[in-house]
Nanobody, 125 residues
Framework: QVQLVESGGGLVQTGGSLRLSCAAS????????MGWYRQAPGRQRVLVADITSDGNTNYADSVKGRFTISRDNAKNTVYLQMNSLKPEDTAVYYCNAAGEYYSSTTYLWNDFTSWGQGTQVTVSS
């Protein structure tokens, strides 16, 4: 189907910045929405930001004004620019994509939802 590979996590001090990237690959597919989620230890996975194919964005209140999501449709890649990082931003960040893929077996388009493997972001105080 569609695979997602993330990069860009790491350790940063409070107030610092990081940029996450997530590239989608597969055979024949079309992505509608892409987004970033995060999961802190002992917490549920929650939405950080998402973006539609035509560029509409949505952010969690906790990151508004600090994080910016963007995507390059030609490269099937989504980015998350994180500025003014805080210790409470520490989590594993997961990329998510939803859309359709073409099955060469059934000759049909099917819905998919894919997740990346996760990348650790640690903000030290």
């Amino acid at each position: 189907q569609v695979q997602l590979v993330e990069s860009g996590g790491g350790l940063v001090q409070t107030g610092g910045s990081l940029r996450l990237s997530c590239a989608a690959s597969g055979r024949t597919f079309s992505i509608n929405a892409m987004g970033w989620y995060r999961q802190a230890p002992g917490r549920q996975r929650v939405l950080v930001a998402d973006i539609t194919s035509d560029g509409n964005t949505n952010y969690a209140d906790s990151v508004k004004g600090r994080f910016t999501i963007s995507r390059d449709n030609a490269k099937n890649t989504v980015y998350l620019q994180m500025n003014s990082l805080k210790p409470e931003d520490t989590a594993v960040y997961y990329c998510n994509a939803a859309g359709e893929y073409y099955s060469s077996t059934t000759y049909l388009w099917n819905d998919f939802t894919s997740w990346g493997q996760g990348t650790q972001v640690t903000v030290s105080s």
